[in-house]
């Protein structure tokens, strides 16, 4: 049976709309009717260079992973949902075996099935495949992009709340205004930080970031000709706890950015026994004050996706009205315009010149508004 028309990366640029056979659910798992999906810096990463890091594209492969769905199809042993259920969707299947499952790690699962990761498909399709523990009901007073946008609000829990483990009354600060720094900026202020530091850039990012979740922006100076980046980071440390009145620095950096001067920058800004987490992708190997680290007992962590109890807790400050997820999204597209919306996405604005922060894609035949 072929009903489930997909958006499938099929080389570096070249992407088209393809007929796929429904796939078949097994007794633990649910065939999903997906109804809104966001785009992901990494889905644009495999358009444009076929890979990141080890996982490259070598076969066609269905993009997307940040959806929200309708429960189509349930497996025989399948207690916790029932067709008709609205979702979101957890899209990583760990094996459940290897020490890193059992151990309450699973984002560390070396046989991850993760969605539209080579080689595997993802979820812009009428239908996907998950095990059932792996959706999670949406509370009535939560719309289907709510439950999109999940997926990059839980990467900011799993980094704030679990990896960091923010507590209130903490001074955070978030490197990078883009759509995972706003979720680590929305959690740790849902988390009750007496102060939230939005680090960018650019000028238009940082107003934002002070609309949304930020209590206090900072805009680094432009580096001096001869400045070793090392420096330069130094310096610009140094300036912003002069003008944020943070002598000792910060209790927590979340570097959202992965550009080698925030790193380091964010390594002079954490106060001695602080706590830095590497949340953003960027170059592959950085410059780091490694004895400045060892000195002030820095506690160095990297976070990558979402672990245990991660999506859950999202949906529940969500669901609380704690962090709202709204006004992130910025721009809707049908299933057959989804050409479109990598291009915006991919421009970080669209042809009238608004910034994009999250894109929507609506499922085949579904409506582009809110669901």
């Not at 046989?111 to 539209?116: K, L, P, T, Y």
């Not at 002070?210 to 140094?238: E, L, N, R």
């Not at 300036?239 to 992965?258: E, F, H, I, R």
Request: net charge neutral; glycine share 10%; aromatic share 6%.
């Amino acid at each position: 049976m072929s009903d489930n028309p997909s958006f499938v990366l099929k080389a570096i640029e070249k992407v088209e709309y393809e007929q796929r056979p429904i796939p078949e659910i097994s007794d633990n798992e649910v065939l999903i009717e997906v109804k809104k999906t966001g785009i992901c810096g990494s889905d644009v990463h495999y358009l444009v260079h076929g890979r990141i890091g080890d996982f490259v594209v070598e076969n066609p492969m269905v993009l997307g992973h940040e959806s929200a769905g309708v429960i189509s199809k349930v497996g025989k042993k399948v207690k916790n949902v029932k067709p008709g259920d609205r979702v979101a969707m957890e899209p990583g299947a760990t094996c459940r075996v290897c020490e890193e499952c059992k151990r309450g790690r699973y984002e560390l699962c070396a046989d991850m099935v993760f969605a539209a990761t080579p080689p595997y498909d993802g979820t812009l399709a009428r239908y996907y495949t998950l095990p059932s523990d792996l959706v999670y009901l949406l509370p009535d007073n939560l719309t289907l992009e709510d439950g999109a946008m999940m997926e990059p609000l839980s990467v900011g829990v799993h980094s704030v709340a679990n990896i960091a483990d923010v507590r209130a009354n903490q001074t955070v600060a978030v490197f990078g205004c883009g759509p995972v720094g706003l979720v680590c900026m929305a959690v740790a202020k849902a988390l009750g930080a007496s102060r939230v530091i939005a680090v960018d850039i650019v000028p238009g990012r940082l107003e934002f970031a002070k609309s949304y979740a930020a209590t206090d922006t900072f805009q680094p100076p432009a580096m001096q000709p001869g400045q070793s980046k090392v420096q330069y980071s130094q310096g610009s440390a140094a300036a912003m706890k002069k003008q944020l009145g943070l002598p000792k620095g910060v209790d927590v950096v979340v570097d959202a950015s992965g550009a080698e001067v925030s790193i380091q920058t964010g390594v002079f800004l954490a106060k001695n026994g602080g706590t830095y987490v590497q949340v953003g992708m960027g170059a592959p190997e950085v410059v780091l004050p490694i004895t400045l680290m060892l000195t002030k007992e820095l506690i160095f962590k990297g976070s990558f996706r979402y672990g245990p109890g991660d999506y859950q807790l999202a949906i529940d400050l969500v669901s609380q009205g704690k962090i709202d997820l709204k006004p992130l999204i910025t721009h809707r597209f049908a299933f057959t315009d989804a050409v479109k919306a990598f291009q915006v996405t991919r421009q970080g604005k669209s042809d009238d010149g608004k910034g994009v922060i999250k894109a929507i894609i609506s499922g085949p035949d579904v409506d582009v508004g809110p669901l």
